[in-house]
């Protein structure tokens, strides 16, 4: 019976929301045909955070978030390979930054 249980805790627990609860698009940055901006319109659009599509080795593409502290004094790395989106841990990211004085680049691989 425990095999039963932890199978079914291991598809809630070890996944991702279907469908992610964000979504990644481009927004202008106001100049003239400048460059464009990629945004998660779900959570609070800040200047010090910067949205990246990143490429694999293997091709795949992963979202990323960077925060920037003003001053900080060196870079955290969040990496997770499951069971949570950029649009649920972004607040935290935030959070994090802030209250640590540091940057934060966190991101989810689902492979």
Do not use: W
């Amino acid at each position: 019976m425990g095999g039963v249980t932890s199978s079914i805790a291991a598809k809630f627990a070890f996944f991702p929301p279907q469908p992610p609860s964000y979504t990644v698009v481009a927004a202008e940055t106001g100049a003239e045909s400048g460059p464009t901006r990629l945004v998660i319109p779900e959570v609070p659009i800040k200047d010090n955070v910067d949205v990246l599509k990143l490429r694999t080795r293997r091709g795949n593409e992963i979202v990323a978030v960077y925060v920037k502290y003003h001053r900080p004094t060196c870079t955290m790395l969040y990496s997770h390979g499951n069971a949570a989106d950029l649009g649920q841990m972004f607040e935290l990211f935030v959070e994090l930054s802030n209250r640590l004085r540091l940057n934060v680049m966190g991101y989810f691989s689902p492979f």
